[in-house]
């Protein structure tokens, strides 16, 4: 098995004032993609919240917690193009504390990142639609994969592209906080939101699902789960 260069996964949920996801996404797709993987980031995928309006979903991956510190300096701290830009994307943002940093729940579990993301300038929105489920574990994570696996997975009717849990290692780069609870989030893409729809649908209508799994699930969770509808943007390498 290839060794994944990217473990370290941060899900970050904006936010924004209202009217203003369209400005941060051409900003960010225009400016922040490329001038971020020049310091060792790689940013993973930028969705609109199908959901939410007004909320801006986007993943970025590093190879190590200190890397990460060291690759968040140099963009936040020490680079010239956030200090540039900073004022134009603050001016969009109302609250950007939602972030959870992640690690692949198993040793096969991670996001193929080989892809290519289309190139800067390009406009055109694909058709498919991502799907990203968060569940609050009540028990010991490695024991939630578990059950995930054995119990959950086989009864989505889906493939998930990536399964994550709470990376548990303090986050020393205080200047952008996450959020320290235990979490286990799936993802999984679609190619276009009828064929989501469809999914979800299936998963509503089956009695294995709805009388045995969900129960079980609630019993393993200390709080309700969290499911995000996501359109990728024009130049999320995840599409």
């Given amino acids: 098995m290839m060794e ?11 936010t924004l004032r209202p009217g203003t996801r369209d400005v941060m996404i051409e900003l960010f797709d225009r400016e922040l993609v490329e001038t971020q993987e020049e310091v060792g980031i790689r940013v993973v995928a930028q969705f609109r919240d199908e959901s939410n309006p007004d909320r801006f979903v986007w993943m970025r991956a590093f190879p190590d917690i ?49 892809g290519q993301r289309p190139p800067a300038g390009a406009h055109e929105l694909p058709k498919s639609r991502a ?26 009717g889906v493939t998930p592209i990536g399964c994550y849990r709470t990376d548990p290692t303090p986050n020393d780069f205080t200047r952008l906080p996450v959020r320290t609870e235990t979490v286990f989030a799936w993802f999984a893409l679609f190619p276009d939101a009828d064929a989501r729809a469809a999914a979800l649908d299936a998963l509503e209508e089956s009695r294995e699902w709805t009388e045995r799994i969900l129960p079980e699930l609630r019993e393993r969770s200390c709080a309700p789960a969290e499911q995000l509808l996501l359109a990728p943007t024009a130049r999320s390498l995840l599409r």
């Fill in 4 to 14: 994944n260069p990217w473990p370290v996964v941060e899900l970050r949920q904006y």
């Fill in 66 to 114: 200190p890397a990460r510190t060291a690759s968040l300096t140099a963009f936040y701290v020490d680079g010239a193009v956030w200090r540039e830009h900073a004022p134009a994307a603050r001016a969009t943002m109302l609250d950007t504390d939602n972030a959870l940093l992640l690690r692949p729940a198993t040793a096969d579990s991670a996001f193929d990142l080989s």
């Fill in 131 to 156: 799907l990203a489920t968060i569940y609050y574990p009540g028990c010991a994570p490695e024991d939630f994969t578990e059950f995930f696996d054995r119990r959950v997975r086989p009864a989505l």
